[in-house]
C-alpha cells in the first residue's frame, strides 16, 4: 500500500502526473490517515532525527527509485571542463567590480584568496564523500549518510536555494553582457516597473529565455552537454587569457594605490560575497553517478579545475584593478567597460563575448547539478518522487531539470544581483560548513566500533570547534577594532581540534581516496566558512531565516511524513533488525510501542 503501489504504478506509467506521482505515501491516501500522522510527528521527527543512512543504501536501494540508470559517459578530463565550466562566471566578471568598487578596492585579489582557501578546503571534503558515495544526491546524500534525516532535510532545502539563486544571478548577469555585446548599457534590455521595490522592479525577458534554452540542453544529453560544456570552455579560457594579457599591457600601477582603502574588514566582507564565485564546484561532485572511474575521475576533476579557476581569478583581479581606480569599475560589466576606458574599444566586444560563454556553460552545469539533487532528493520522498524520474532514452532526469530552472527563470525575471549574490553565499557556506563536520563524524565515529567515552569526546570536540568559530565570526562582526576576543576564541578551536587529532581514534580509515590532514583540515574548512557567514549583511540573514522557516513548515506537514513512511515501507527497512540501518546514538532506536499509531519505529531511507 501507500509507497510501494506508487512506486509500481511510476515504473507503469512513465512520465505520468497523478497524485500517487506526487503523494504515494500511505500518510496521504485519506484524510484520517492524514491526521493520525500529523498526531505522531513528535514521534516520526525524534525518529527521522536520530536516523542516518548507510553507504550501500544510497549506492543502490534509494538510486534504484528513479527506474532507469543515469549513463556512466564522464572521465575525470569531462570533471575538469565541468568544473572550469561551472565556476568562471558571474562571479568573476560581475561581482569581481562589483566587490572591487564597493568592499575591497584592489585588495580584492586577496578576497579571492580567502574565498578560494576555503573553497579549496570544501573540495577536499566534498571529494572524499564522492569517491566512496558516487551518487547523483551530492552533499544531501554526504549528510544523510553522517549527519541523519532531518539534517540532510534542512541542508537540500538551502542547496536548492543555492542552484536557483546561483543560475538567476548568472542568468541576470548574461543579459548584461549581451547588452555590451549589442553596443547598449547593461540595463537597457530590462523593463524598469517603477511601482515595485528597486531591488525587485527591474524585469528581466532575456534571462528567462536564456533559461529556458539551457534547460532544452540539459534534458537532452548529459553527454551532449560535457561536449557542448568542453567547447565553450576552451573558447572561455582563451578569452580569459585575453583579458589577462591586455589587462597587463594596460597596467598603471598608480591604479593599485591605495591597496586596500575598505581595510581588512572590506577584504573579508568581499571574500563573503566572492564566494559565490566558487560554488560551481559542488555541481560537479553530483555528476560522480555518471562517472566511469569515480576513485581516480572525482579527485582530479574537482582539485585540479579548483586549482586553475583560484588561479585564474586572481589574475583577472588584478589585471581589472590596474586598468582602471577602483572607484572608476563599473559594476555590470567591469571587464568590458575597463577595456574601453584604456582605449581597446574593440576589446569590450571581444570580453562580452567571452563572459557570455562562460556564463552560459555555468548555467549549463548548473542545471545538471540541481536537477541530480533534486532527483536524488526526490528517491528519498522528501519531494513528491515524480521528481525522481529519469527518461528511459536520455537518461537524464527530465521532470526535476524543468522544475528547477523555471523556478530559476522567475526568480532571474525579478530579482537584482546584489539581492542574490549575498542570500547564495549564506547558503552555500553553511552547506560546505556541514559537509566538514559529516567528514570529522564519519572519520571518528562508526555505530559499534566507536566506544561510548570517544563518542562524547567526539561531540565535545566539534562543539567547540563550531562554538569557537561561531564566537569568532560574531566578535568580528560586533568588534570594528578589538582583538581580545581572538586571543580566547582561536586557541579555543586550536585546543579543541589538537584534542581530536591526539586524544580520540579515527573509526574509519577511506578505502579508495582520504582528505588530507584530518581533523586539521576539516576544522579549518569550518571555521573559515563560519568567519566568512560571519561577514555577510543582516537582511540577508533575515532572508535566510524566512526561507529555513518554510522548509520546515514544509517538512513538518509533508516531508516528514513521506519519508517516514518511505521508510517504513522499503525493502530495506524491512532488514533493519539485521542492522541494515544504523541509529546516531547507539541504543536510539524507538520500540513499536511507543508508536502513537502503532507503526513500525524502524528507521529507513
Same mark, same amino acid.
Given at each position: 500500500?501507500?509507497?510501494?503501489?506508487?512506486?509500481?504504478?511510476?515504473?507503469?506509467?512513465?512520465?505520468?502526473?497523478?497524485?500517487?506521482?506526487f503523494?504515494?505515501?500511505e500518510?496521504?491516501?485519506?484524510?484520517?490517515?492524514?491526521?493520525? @500522522?500529523?498526531?505522531?510527528?513528535?514521534?516520526?521527527?525524534?525518529?527521522?532525527? /536520530?536516523?542516518?543512512?548507510?553507504?550501500?543504501?544510497e549506492?543502490?536501494?534509494?538510486? &534504484?527509485?528513479?527506474?532507469?540508470?543515469?549513463?556512466?559517459?564522464?572521465?575525470?578530463?569531462?570533471?575538469?571542463?565541468?568544473?572550469?565550466?561551472?565556476?568562471?562566471? &558571474?562571479?568573476?566578471?560581475?561581482?569581481?567590480g562589483?566587490? &572591487?568598487?564597493?568592499?575591497?578596492?584592489?585588495?580584492?585579489?586577496?578576497?579571492?584568496?580567502?574565498?578560494?582557501?576555503?573553497?579549496?578546503?570544501?573540495?577536499?571534503?566534498?571529494?572524499?564523500f564522492?569517491v566512496?558515495?558516487?551518487?547523483?544526491?551530492?552533499?544531501?546524500?554526504y549528510?544523510?549518510?553522517?549527519?541523519?534525516?532531518?539534517?540532510?532535510?534542512?541542508?537540500?532545502?538551502?542547496?536548492?536555494l543555492?542552484?536557483?539563486?546561483?543560475?538567476?544571478a548568472?542568468a541576470?548577469s548574461?543579459?548584461?553582457?549581451?547588452?555590451?555585446?549589442?553596443?547598449?548599457?547593461?540595463?537597457?534590455?530590462?523593463?524598469?516597473?517603477?511601482?515595485?521595490?528597486?531591488?525587485y522592479?527591474?524585469?528581466?525577458?532575456?534571462?528567462?529565455?536564456?533559461?529556458?534554452?539551457?534547460?532544452?540542453?540539459?534534458?537532452?544529453?548529459t553527454?551532449?552537454?560535457?561536449?557542448?560544456?568542453?567547447?565553450?570552455?576552451?573558447?572561455?579560457?582563451?578569452?580569459?587569457?585575453?583579458?589577462?594579457?591586455?589587462?597587463?599591457a594596460?597596467?598603471?600601477?598608480?591604479?593599485?594605490?591605495?591597496?586596500?582603502?575598505?581595510?581588512?574588514?572590506?577584504?573579508?566582507?568581499?571574500?563573503?560575497?566572492?564566494?559565490?564565485?566558487?560554488?560551481?564546484?559542488?555541481?560537479v561532485?553530483?555528476?560522480?553517478?555518471?562517472?566511469k572511474?569515480?576513485?581516480?575521475?572525482?579527485?582530479?576533476?574537482?582539485?585540479?579545475?579548483?586549482?586553475?579557476?583560484?588561479?585564474?581569478?586572481?589574475?583577472?583581479?588584478?589585471?581589472?584593478?590596474?586598468?582602471?581606480?577602483?572607484?572608476?569599475?563599473?559594476?555590470?560589466?567591469?571587464?568590458?567597460?575597463?577595456?574601453?576606458?584604456?582605449g581597446?574599444?574593440?576589446?569590450?566586444?571581444?570580453?562580452?563575448?567571452?563572459?557570455?560563454?562562460?556564463?552560459?556553460?555555468? /548555467?549549463?552545469?548548473? @542545471?545538471?547539478?540541481?536537477?541530480r539533487?533534486?532527483?536524488?532528493?526526490?528517491?528519498?520522498?522528501?519531494?513528491?518522487?515524480?521528481?525522481?524520474?529519469?527518461?528511459?532514452?536520455?537518461?537524464?532526469?527530465?521532470?526535476a531539470?524543468?522544475?528547477?530552472l523555471?523556478?530559476?527563470?522567475?526568480? %532571474?525575471?525579478?530579482?537584482?544581483?546584489?539581492?542574490?549574490?549575498?542570500?547564495?553565499?549564506?547558503?552555500?557556506?553553511?552547506?560546505?560548513?556541514?559537509?566538514?563536520?559529516?567528514?570529522?563524524?564519519?572519520?571518528?565515529?562508526?555505530?559499534?566500533?566507536?566506544?561510548?567515552?570517544?563518542?562524547?569526546?567526539?561531540?565535545?570536540?566539534?562543539?567547540?570547534?563550531?562554538?569557537?568559530?561561531?564566537?569568532? %565570526?560574531?566578535y568580528?562582526?560586533?568588534?570594528?577594532?578589538?582583538?581580545i576576543?581572538?586571543?580566547i576564541?582561536?586557541?579555543i578551536w586550536?585546543?579543541?581540534?589538537?584534542?581530536?587529532?591526539?586524544?580520540?581514534?579515527?573509526?574509519?580509515?577511506?578505502?579508495?581516496?582520504?582528505?588530507?590532514?584530518?581533523?586539521?583540515?576539516?576544522?579549518?574548512?569550518?571555521?573559515i566558512?563560519?568567519?566568512?557567514?560571519?561577514s555577510i549583511?543582516?537582511?540577508?540573514? %533575515?532572508?535566510?531565516?524566512?526561507?529555513?522557516?518554510?522548509?520546515?513548515?514544509?517538512y513538518?506537514?509533508?516531508?516528514?511524513?513521506?519519508?517516514?513512511?518511505?521508510?517504513?515501507?522499503?525493502?530495506?527497512?524491512?532488514? @533493519?533488525?539485521?542492522?541494515?540501518?544504523?541509529?546516531?546514538?547507539?541504543?536510539?532506536?524507538?520500540?513499536?510501542?511507543?508508536?502513537?499509531?502503532?507503526?513500525?519505529?524502524?528507521?529507513?531511507a
Open positions: 500500500m501507500g509507497v510501494n503501489d506508487g512506486d509500481e504504478g511510476l515504473r507503469r506509467r512513465g512520465c505520468s502526473c497523478t497524485k500517487n506521482d503523494l504515494p505515501e500518510s496521504f491516501q485519506s484524510w484520517g490517515n492524514y491526521v493520525q @500522522a500529523l498526531k505522531a510527528t513528535p514521534f516520526r521527527l525524534k525518529d527521522r532525527v /536520530l536516523t542516518r543512512s548507510l553507504d550501500t543504501t549506492i543502490h536501494e534509494i538510486k &534504484a527509485r528513479s527506474e532507469h540508470e543515469m549513463k556512466k559517459t564522464l572521465t575525470w578530463w569531462d570533471l575538469i571542463w565541468f568544473g572550469i565550466g561551472a565556476v568562471i562566471g &558571474a562571479g568573476i566578471f560581475v561581482l569581481t562589483q566587490e &572591487a568598487r564597493q568592499e575591497a578596492g584592489p585588495a580584492v585579489v586577496l578576497s579571492f584568496v580567502v574565498s578560494g582557501l576555503s573553497a579549496m578546503l570544501s573540495v577536499f571534503c566534498y571529494t572524499e564522492a566512496e558515495i558516487p551518487v547523483a544526491g551530492g552533499s544531501f546524500a549528510l544523510r549518510v553522517e549527519l541523519g534525516d532531518f539534517v540532510a532535510f534542512v541542508a537540500a532545502g538551502n542547496i536548492l543555492e542552484y536557483v539563486i546561483g543560475g538567476a548568472v541576470r548574461w543579459t548584461s553582457y549581451f547588452a555590451t555585446l549589442c553596443n547598449k548599457q547593461p540595463e537597457d534590455f530590462r523593463i524598469i516597473v517603477h511601482s515595485m521595490p528597486e531591488d522592479g527591474q524585469l528581466d525577458p532575456i534571462a528567462v529565455g536564456v533559461s529556458a534554452v539551457i534547460c532544452i540542453l540539459a534534458v537532452v544529453s553527454k551532449g552537454s560535457s561536449r557542448f560544456n568542453y567547447i565553450a570552455s576552451i573558447i572561455h579560457v582563451v578569452v580569459i587569457l585575453f583579458i589577462i594579457i591586455g589587462g597587463f594596460n597596467a598603471d600601477t598608480k591604479n593599485y594605490k591605495p591597496f586596500a582603502p575598505f581595510g581588512t574588514r572590506g577584504v573579508f566582507k568581499a571574500s563573503a560575497v566572492l564566494f559565490f564565485a566558487y560554488i560551481g564546484f559542488d555541481a561532485s553530483t555528476m560522480a553517478e555518471e562517472t572511474n569515480p576513485a581516480k575521475d572525482i579527485p582530479i576533476g574537482l582539485v585540479g579545475s579548483m586549482a586553475v579557476t583560484t588561479l585564474a581569478y586572481c589574475l583577472l583581479a588584478i589585471a581589472l584593478c590596474l586598468m582602471q581606480p577602483y572607484y572608476a569599475i563599473n559594476i555590470d560589466a567591469p571587464f568590458s567597460v575597463a577595456f574601453e576606458a584604456v581597446w574599444d574593440w576589446a569590450k566586444y571581444v570580453v562580452a563575448f567571452g563572459a557570455l560563454k562562460g556564463m552560459t556553460t555555468v /548555467l549549463l552545469v548548473s @542545471a545538471v547539478g540541481q536537477a539533487y533534486l532527483t536524488h532528493i526526490a528517491r528519498t520522498h522528501m519531494m513528491p518522487p515524480w521528481l525522481a524520474q529519469v527518461h528511459r532514452k536520455t537518461g537524464t532526469p527530465v521532470n531539470t524543468i522544475v528547477m523555471t523556478a530559476t527563470a522567475i526568480i %532571474a525575471f525579478f530579482t537584482k544581483l546584489n539581492v542574490l549574490s549575498n542570500l547564495l553565499s549564506i547558503s552555500t557556506l553553511f552547506i560546505f560548513m556541514l559537509v566538514a563536520v559529516a567528514l570529522l563524524v564519519r572519520r571518528y565515529y562508526v555505530s559499534g566500533v566507536t566506544t561510548t567515552a570517544n563518542q562524547v569526546k567526539l561531540i565535545v570536540c566539534i562543539l567547540l570547534i563550531l562554538i569557537s568559530s561561531i564566537a569568532t %565570526a560574531a568580528w562582526g560586533l568588534s570594528k577594532h578589538g582583538w576576543g581572538y586571543c576564541t582561536v586557541p586550536f585546543l579543541g581540534t589538537l584534542y581530536l587529532a591526539v586524544f580520540v581514534p579515527q573509526a574509519r580509515a577511506p578505502k579508495l581516496w582520504g582528505v588530507p590532514l584530518v581533523p586539521w583540515l576539516p576544522s579549518a574548512s569550518i571555521a566558512n563560519i568567519f566568512l557567514l560571519g549583511d543582516r537582511a540577508s540573514f %533575515a532572508r535566510f531565516g524566512v526561507w529555513t522557516v518554510i522548509l520546515l513548515l514544509y513538518i506537514f509533508f516531508g516528514l511524513h513521506a519519508s517516514y513512511d518511505t521508510a517504513k515501507a522499503s525493502a530495506e527497512n524491512d532488514r @533493519a533488525a539485521g542492522g541494515t540501518w544504523k541509529q546516531m546514538e547507539e541504543g536510539g532506536a524507538i520500540s513499536s510501542a511507543t508508536d502513537p499509531n502503532n507503526t513500525s519505529a524502524n528507521p529507513g
